[in-house]
Each structure stands twice: as C-alpha cells, then as structure tokens.
C-alpha cells in the first residue's frame, strides 16, 4: 500500500501562520491582504440566495419603493452628517409591512377605458372597473391543508390544483354598454366584480 502522508501548511487566518507570516515578512512595510475562510463564503452565498428569493416574490413596484426607500434614507443620513446608513428598519415598521402585505380580500375600483380592458374593442370611452384584491390565509380550511400535503408528497403530479383559497368575484355587477371607436354599441356582461370572498 502507499503511504499517502502529507503535510498540512495551517489556514492563512490560523495564529500561527499570522505570526511566522509578520516575523518573516516583518521587512516589508505593507500588511497581507487579509484572506477570507472558505466558511464564511459559503455564509455569504446563503444569505445571497436568501435575499435573492425574497426579492423575487416583490412586485417590480414594491422593488422601486424600496430602493427609493433606501436612496432616501442614505441622502438623510448624508445630510445630518451621519457616517452610517441603518440598513434595517426597526421592528414596527417590518410589522406595518407585513400587515400590508397580507392584506384581507376586497373590492377595489379603477378607472379604465374600454380599450385597456383587453377584450379588443376601440373605445375612448371610461368604466368603473371592480376586481377583487387580497389574501385569504384566514379562510384556509382542512381541504387547502390536505391537498397542500398531497402535492408536496406527490400524489397529485398531473391536475392542475390550487392549495390554496383564491379572493375572487362572488357576484358580478350590471352589465356595461359602450359605443366604440366605429360607432359600433356593444354590451359587456360579468365584467366587474361587485362582490368579493375566498374561493
């Protein structure tokens, strides 16, 4: 059998190679670089992919909000004269984010023309446009629970299931009538939501 033996020089950040490091090199008058462990770049790459996933589950407007955020808070920290930008808000703050975020289902309105509906008509003309917008974590039963549980343990691969309620119209409001760009009347039914709730 061979003999693998081999020797092992320490780790540039151990005690000892930094002393025989100084005592030999104690004629030069610039420092060593200092040299960062392979540990402490694995920690750095986790809290990379950690914050790149969080990022991703932003709305592009939420991400613009933020990084105007963060511009404002440095210009003011450069104002005052304050050498050090707090990065992370304080705790009530990440509250009042967290309850935004989770928002309960609701009937929200938006102006709109015809034309930005996306149903294909020309029209200049205006609607009051209903949709339903929030989450339903409170309205997760034992069905959302047990079909999460089944997907994850891949009983159900195939069907195209959703684990979790939905806030979505539960009735719809009149129908909308318009004139397009053609002269042309039309009437457009279930358009607006008028009624919201967890589904």
Do not use: W
């Amino acid at each position: 059998m061979l003999n693998r033996s081999r020797k092992y020089s320490p780790l540039p950040s151990s005690p000892s190679f930094s002393r025989a490091s100084s005592s030999s090199s104690s004629s030069s008058s610039l420092p060593a670089a200092p040299r960062r462990s392979p540990r402490a770049l694995q920690r750095h790459s986790s809290l990379l992919s950690k914050y790149s996933s969080l990022l991703e589950s932003y709305t592009e407007g939420e991400i613009r909000q933020l990084i105007s955020a963060l511009v404002e808070r440095y210009s003011q920290a450069m104002n005052s004269g304050g050498h050090e930008l707090p990065l992370f808000p304080r705790g009530g703050s990440r509250r009042k984010r967290a309850r935004a975020r989770h928002k309960p289902c609701a009937l929200k309105e938006l102006e709109v023309s015809v034309s930005e509906l996306g149903l294909g008509y020309e029209s200049d003309e205006t609607v009051l446009f209903r949709y339903c917008s929030g989450t339903c974590e409170a309205a997760v039963r034992s069905y959302d629970l047990s079909l999460k549980s089944m997907r994850s343990k891949r009983k159900i691969k195939k069907e195209k299931v959703r684990a979790r309620p939905c806030c979505r119209p539960l009735a719809y409001d009149d129908d909308v009538s318009f004139l397009d760009a053609y002269n042309r009347y039309y009437t457009v039914n279930e358009l607006s939501a008028k009624e919201c709730g967890c589904v």
